[in-house]
Structures are given as C-alpha cells and as structure tokens.
C-alpha cells in the first residue's frame, strides 16, 4: 500500500480520517490575499497571520500596502508577512505581481483569498450612455483576475497533489441588481458562477468557495445616511452593519479543514438581509 503522501486525497482522506478540525491552525500554509491592504482583506491576512500561516498580501495601493506590511512585520514578524504592489485589474502588473508573489513566498501557496473588487463608476451615469470599458475594466478585475490569482498560486501546489482552498469575495449584487451599477452587479454574478465552476474543474485537490459580505464597515458605523437608513428600517435582521473581522472568520473557515466537505458553496455574512 503506498504510503499516506502518495495516496490520491480521496483515498487518503478515508484512511486517516481528521475527526472535527479546527479553523484555527494553518502552521506551515501559505496563503495570497488581494486586495489585503484594508477591510475584509486586512482582517483576512492578520487573522491568517494570527493562526500560524504565511501570508503574502497584494494590493495597488503603494501607500496603504507599505504601512500594513510595516504592521503586521512588526506583530508577527517580517518572515510571514510579505507585501505585493500590483493591479490584478491591469494584465501586465497582474502577471508581475503574481511571479513577484511566488518569488517571495517561501512555500508554494495552499490558500488563495480573491478579495480584490473593482465597482465601476457607474453611479451618475445613464444606464444607456455607460461606456463599455468601463464594463470590460470591472470583468477584467472581478471575473479574470480572480482566474488568474488561482491560476498562478496553486498550480505547483495541485500539480504535486494538493490540497488547497480558495475563498472569493462576492457580493449582494450578484444576486439582486443594485441601480446603477451594470458593471458591478453583472461581474460579480460572473465571480459567483466562475466560483462553481472552478470548484467542479478543480475537485478534489482544490477546494473553492465564496462568501458574501452584507452591509459591512470598519468599526461598523455606517458609510452613509443611506445606508444608516437601510439598517434603523429593519433591513438588516441582526440590526447592525457587520464589521469586517466577522467577514474573515467566516473565509477562514471556507478555508480551514473544518470546511473539508464543502466545495462550490456560497455563504452569506448579511446579518439576514
């Protein structure tokens, strides 16, 4: 009989069965997360961090990546914690921060966080007078960049026989048409189906999933009256903005053993809406 590492994950996973995991440990996991340097992706990376794994966070802001690699160096340590400017929405920066992320990760990565979103600023516009690029631009950041983050972090991990999870950040919009925003909405519709189909392709080395982030705000206070408005109406049946640390527990567990039985599944962090 081969032995447990040879094994296929199916296999191995009958024979040596874990019982009840806990999310709580991923000591000796890699994991990429873009769009890390603020709210749900910070909150992601540092609870990933405070849990034992690597973390390697990609963002395009070159001021606030700095200051939160600076910060997390100085908490968990500059040998954990490694910090990637590039535009996963720009082809070129894209491929360049990829090969920069894998140069700089010190194992080949099991965990990928697509958490990086572009909405298109589409708010005061005609619905018939949106220029295309504008939709072109949010497919290429919401939809294909999340291909090619997985696509470039895990295939060493896959090809020498796993496992790996992937968590992509959704949002309410790809299931309800939010006004005005074409370009959001029908990209992160695209990002929920991508979301299945990546889980039915990659089976069983690679587990994918989603979450999806209701009202959510640093601190949870309100960004706007409006929104303020949708909570105190009893919008939200938890009646409260959700904060985004509640968010990354719940990608940390799509992404920890505890979830080992679940694939191409969406899990809504609403507080109820």
Do not use: W
């Not at 990376?45 to 963002?59: C, F, H, K, M």
């Not at 631009?137 to 295939?155: I, K, M, S």
């Amino acid at each position: 009989m081969p032995a447990p590492s040879e094994q296929d994950p199916v296999t191995r996973h009958r024979e040596n069965p874990r019982g009840v995991a806990l999310a709580e440990d991923f000591a000796g996991r890699t994991a990429l997360v873009t769009g890390g340097a603020k709210n749900i992706g910070l909150e992601t990376a540092t609870a990933l961090l405070q849990r034992g794994a690597e973390v390697v966070v990609i963002d395009k802001n070159e001021d606030a990546l700095a200051d939160v690699e600076r910060m997390l160096a100085e908490r968990f340590g500059g040998d954990r914690v490694k910090a990637v400017r590039a535009d996963v929405g720009d082809p070129a920066s894209r491929e360049e921060g990829l090969h920069r992320a894998n140069e700089v990760a010190t194992a080949p990565f099991s965990l990928v966080v697509n958490n990086a979103y572009l909405t298109g600023d589409t708010a005061r516009m005609d619905p018939l007078d949106v220029p295309p690029q504008i939709l072109r631009d949010a497919f290429e950041t919401n939809v294909v960049a999340a291909y090619e983050v997985v696509r470039a972090a895990l295939r060493t991990t896959r090809d020498d026989g796993g496992p790996a999870a992937v968590v992509n950040v959704l949002s309410g919009a790809a299931f309800k048409p939010v006004p005005q925003r074409p370009a959001y909405s029908t990209t992160k519709a695209a990002l929920a189906m991508l979301t299945r189909q990546m889980a039915a392709d990659l089976a069983p080395l690679v587990r994918v999933n989603a979450v999806v982030p209701g009202i959510v705000s640093e601190g949870g206070v309100a960004r706007s009256d409006s929104i303020r408005a949708v909570v105190d109406g009893g919008g939200v049946p938890l009646q409260r903005i959700g904060e985004p640390h509640e968010v990354a527990a719940a990608i940390l567990f799509l992404l920890s053993d505890a979830s080992s039985y679940i694939t191409g599944a969406t899990v809504e962090c609403t507080g109820g809406r």
